[in-house]
């Protein structure tokens, strides 16, 4: 109902003032005549007041959300209980489809590819956080277990920042009455599955996530497959081309760019556009250094290692460091038994220790420029070996080492010294044995 203000009335703004000399003039009120009513006028807040109602109705829209689901989740829950309990009868032929990974993997995809699962795809946006949080997977060694670890982490980050997953397992629990309807049994039991995982280990991914995170990583690799597409066009290159490029062509092509400084300027303003293009090519590069380090534990790759006149100078301090570890680890050791974590740990902290040191020492920037020939020569050889994954990681290698302006912090060089003390003590170490089983022949054939 419509409430009639008096000119002489206290202004309803609450700024203190007579209604006549505050908004009555701002809402263009004339001073009624004597003998006639008052212009009618409704009540108006102040507008710090009308902020303050907005905000509050603003925090309490989640509050209200959760209200309308759980209500919507207690209307229900005997349709959902009644549904489960149908479920029961058929969990042997759900257990039997779980042994086989595959036909489950491809089942639970059947079930969230419909539309209705749509609202719980994760956005290009999400995924490209995630992995600027945990490390983007590598292209090469995609299938190791430190790749598989990058996109679980990246699947829980996103759980951790994303919607309520008490929440999404109540809306995924709705769903189970309509699959059991349909006589959707086993899909229904996926439900199931995904919702026990998700409330029993909120920690670890289940199938509903894996297959939500997927979306988003494929519309994150269409993004990025755009961009890259764009930047090659405008350095007038082609993805197929570039692909069929060798090693050495590859190198020549980027030495040809970056010397350009106009392409450098382009290449430079391209990135500054396209932020995440720029974080996923330097997540790679550096996966790619990483995994460069599997290199040292290949068979074939000695050449890489350092030479004894090299070694010389630090065994006596690596003597020094190990005699009480190995005293150690005969204290301890059981026979049949491999030896304790803490003192394979204790070795390893001692050759590390000593190989940041020999780096700063022996690789001059001569060195250094003899290590990158050594790798083009071993790239060389695994690219007619047909180990392009192999030949990739030396060529990545020999590129960073090219550019590298601080090579005491540089991963491969402390690797190359750690690998080369390691492949001394096993040799001194095969060594010692021989000579007790060739003591032990002797002893024997000595014996009357």
């Not at 008096?6 to 700024?15: I, L």
């Not at 149908?86 to 759900?94: D, G, N, S, V």
């Not at 079930?111 to 983007?136: K, L, N, S």
């Not at 920037?365 to 007619?384: G, M, N, S």
Request: aromatic fraction near 6%.
């Amino acid at each position: 109902m419509t409430e009639f203000i008096g000119r002489n009335d206290p202004c309803p703004c609450g700024s203190g003032k007579k209604y006549k000399h505050c908004c009555m003039r701002k809402a263009g009120q004339k001073t009624p005549r004597a003998g006639q009513p008052p212009a009618p006028h409704r009540k108006t807040h102040h507008p710090a007041r009308q902020g303050r109602a907005t905000g509050q109705a603003r925090a309490l829209e989640p509050l209200n959300t959760l209200i309308a689901e759980v209500s919507a989740y207690e209307a229900r829950s005997a349709d959902i209980e009644a549904a489960i309990e149908t479920l029961k009868a058929h969990r042997p032929a759900f257990e039997a489809l779980a042994t086989d990974m595959q036909a489950l993997m491809e089942r639970t995809r059947q079930v969230f590819a419909d539309a209705r699962f749509r609202p719980f795809h994760c956005t290009a946006d999400e995924v490209q956080q995630a992995f600027a949080e945990v490390g983007f997977p590598g292209d090469f060694l995609a299938a190791s277990d430190q790749e598989a670890e990058k996109m679980v982490a990246a699947i829980q980050y996103v759980a951790a920042h994303r919607e309520d997953q008490l929440s999404v397992a109540r809306k995924l629990l709705m769903m189970v009455p309509e699959y059991v309807a349909a006589r959707q049994y086993m899909e229904a039991w996926i439900l199931v599955h995904s919702v026990t995982l998700m409330t029993e280990t909120p920690d670890e991914s289940n199938p509903f996530l894996f297959e939500m995170f997927g979306y988003g990583y494929e519309a994150l690799e269409r993004r990025l497959a755009r961009q890259k597409k764009t930047l090659l066009q405008r350095l007038g290159l082609n993805l197929k081309g570039l692909g069929n490029l060798s090693f050495d062509e590859a190198e020549a092509l980027v030495q040809a760019q970056t010397a350009d400084p106009a392409q450098a300027a382009a290449l430079e303003a391209y990135f500054d556009a396209h932020p995440e293009l720029r974080e996923h090519i330097e997540s790679q590069v550096w996966d790619m250094e990483r995994q460069s380090l599997t290199l040292l534990e290949r068979e074939d790759a000695e050449c890489l290692l350092l030479d004894l006149e090299e070694l010389e100078p630090y065994l006596p301090m690596l003597k020094e460091r190990i005699e009480p570890l190995e005293a150690q680890a005969r204290e301890t050791l059981v026979p049949g038994a491999p030896p304790r974590p803490e003192v394979v740990e204790a070795f390893g902290a001692a050759l590390m220790e000593i190989a940041r040191t020999m780096v700063t020492e022996i690789f001059t920037p001569d060195r250094v420029a003899q290590l990158v020939r050594t790798l083009k020569t071993y790239e060389r050889d695994l690219t007619r070996a047909k180990d392009k994954a192999a030949a990739g990681l030396a060529f990545a290698a020999g590129m960073r080492l090219k550019n590298e302006t601080q090579p005491a912090d540089n991963p491969l060089l402390i690797g190359v010294c750690f690998a080369s003390l390691r492949a001394w003590l096993m040799a001194m170490s095969q060594a010692a044995s021989s000579q007790s089983e060739q003591d032990g022949e002797d002893a024997q054939e000595a014996t009357p």
